[in-house]
């Protein structure tokens, strides 16, 4: 029994050492676990920050390879760090070649009004110790920063400055961070600068290669035109040689036909010409008349209309040469033209007009079986060919201006004749109405109401009367060269006032608007009276055929050192065959309506005392019904002032033109 006992006992000892055996292996490997635990930790942190540090070298290094401008450079430099190292803020400055100054490039997250201010290095001491020590600057702490510089060798360009709101600490990977930051930036910096130059150097070889081509083109073409020139020279002196023959023959030709018939036979050898023809324009410039032609599908005295289509029609209207240099240019740009030649065979044609006077009277056309390149010297040639042409049947036409002049004459004659018949009608008319009232008054049988009317009738016809009178004796000074000018400085605007002003009565009486635009303070030299009179005229000619409800507008307006004094109305107008003798003496535009009376000398007279004061006059109408503008224009004295009339004056002046346009309005309501 002890015997089992002590067996027993031997077996529990035994498994309590082989327990704590297990139980030190275990702690043992527990131990062994955790150091290996805590270093595998470790080294996972060691590699994360590691994996940090490679990351954000990457992505500045990326930012930075992509940029290719300076401007792109420095937009990395700031935008990288400012993301990298989470600040709030940053700027970035550039040196300037002296290295005294630090001036603002580039600046993100400031607050408006409140970006950072560049300036000399001594105003800004971090940047200055930044510059002095060639290595970064950091400031730890409440509003913590880090001024870095970009140095290209030994020399700092530039200055990245990266600023926090909060308290910032900066780590040894930071540190390192902003190391990597100064040199890559830099380098980008000057990559690109250097890219920047490269670019600029090759616009600039590239402008020279340019200009070296342009002149090797010039020399080629100065020997190209050398050899032309000798080529032209012998050309020149042929053509020379058959235009005096040409010349010769027309100063021998005396008749049109001889005329027409050498400018036909010496113009197209002149020319080296096919065929030739000489058309004139007749029926009052409506059709063109063959007078001469030499060449097949051509006949003398064939008419042709003047219509679109035709080169000749296309001359006159433009009075310049026509030039058609081949059948397919003839067919699209003068078709009826082209056909008329197409039965001779002719490809190509020069039509040119012949002026007399600056008037198209006819044209000289030359047909040509090839086609032709009309230069510059062959052109001219041409025209010079017309040129004679020209003045050639216009000395034939001599005999025919004689006739002309003769026919003037008689039409003189018969238009002084109308003359007198008016004047006496004139005259007559509101003398027998004097007559007529006076011997009323005399026999004292008139009513008293009727009395005042009788007065009345006799002063306006004898006003109508002494106005004509004066127009007549006005009419004898200017045709005898007595009107004498008593010339001194006047305010145009204030000429051009008062004469309005005394007109309004007038006008508001007839129910038309009388309207004066602004005008510029301008003064001349002439004769106050005078003047008066030519704007009297217009106006009262205006206010004569302008109906109730119309409308008169007088404006100056200056240019080159002249006014222009435009009267406008409204009224019947002009027709446009009339216009050109608007201002002929005894011309009236219908002189066989005597509905508004006159002797037909007011526009004549008013021309002749504007040209007195080194003016002109015109009218413009676009006829019957569209009204009418006459311009008078004078020259204006070198300094333009004021009008002499101070300004209360002239409010006043614009307040009663203002009522009586007042009035206007109502009385035509």
Known sequence: MNGLLNA???????????????????????????????????????????ALRATRTAELTAGLALARTPAAAIEASIQEPLHALGAECGVMFLMSSDGSRADVARCVGYTPGREPLGGPLTEHPTLHDAVGRGAPILVEGPRGSATIPLLIGSRVVALARLEYKGSRRFTADDREYLETLGIRAAQALDRTWQFEYALRARAEA??????????????????????????????????????????AALSESVTLDAVAHEVVHQGRVAVGAVAAEVALLVDEDTAFETISAEGAGFENHRRV?????????????????????????????????????????????????????????????????????????????????????????DRARLYESAQKARADAESANRLKDEFVSIVSHELRSPLNAILGWSAMLLRKTMEPSMTARAVQAVHDNATRQSRLIEELLDFSRVSSGRLALVREEIPLRDLIRGVVESMIPETADKGVTLQLLEMPPLRIDGDLQRLEQ???????????????????TVAVERHDGMADIRVTDSGRGIDPDFLPFVFDRFRQGDPNSREHGGLGLGLSIARQLVEAHDGSIRVESAGLGHGSTFIVTLPVLSTPTDGLRPPAADTAREGAMELFAGFQRDEQR
Request: proline share 2%; aromatic share 8%.
């Open 8 to 50: 027993g006992s031997e077996v529990s000892r035994f498994q309590i050492i082989a327990i704590a055996s297990l139980a030190a292996i275990l702690v043992w490997l527990a131990l062994r676990m955790y150091r290996r635990m805590h270093a595998d930790r470790d080294s996972l942190v060691v590699a994360e920050r590691a």
């Open 206 to 247: 590239e402008t020279q290669r340019a200009r070296a081509d342009q002149e090797i083109s010039e020399r080629e073409k100065i020997e190209i035109a050398l050899r032309a020139s000798e080529a032209r020279g012998r050309a020149l002196a042929a053509r020379t040689s058959r235009l005096h023959a040409l010349t």
């Open 305 to 393: 209309p003047v219509e679109r289509g035709l080169c000749g029609t296309d001359a006159v209207e433009k009075k310049e040469a026509v030039f058609v240099s081949s059948f397919e240019e003839w067919q699209e740009r003068y078709p009826t033209s082209a056909s008329l030649a197409a039965d001779g065979g002719y490809v190509s044609s020069a039509t040119l007009p012949l002026l007399t006077g600056g008037r198209a009277t006819g044209v000289l056309a030359f047909f040509f079986t090839m086609p032709v390149s009309y230069d510059e010297e062959y052109r001219a040639l041409l025209v010079s060919v017309a040129q004679h042409c020209a003045q050639a049947l």
């Open 534 to 552: 030519v704007l009297f005229n217009l106006l009262g000619n205006a206010l004569k055929f302008t109906a109730k409800g119309g409308r008169i």
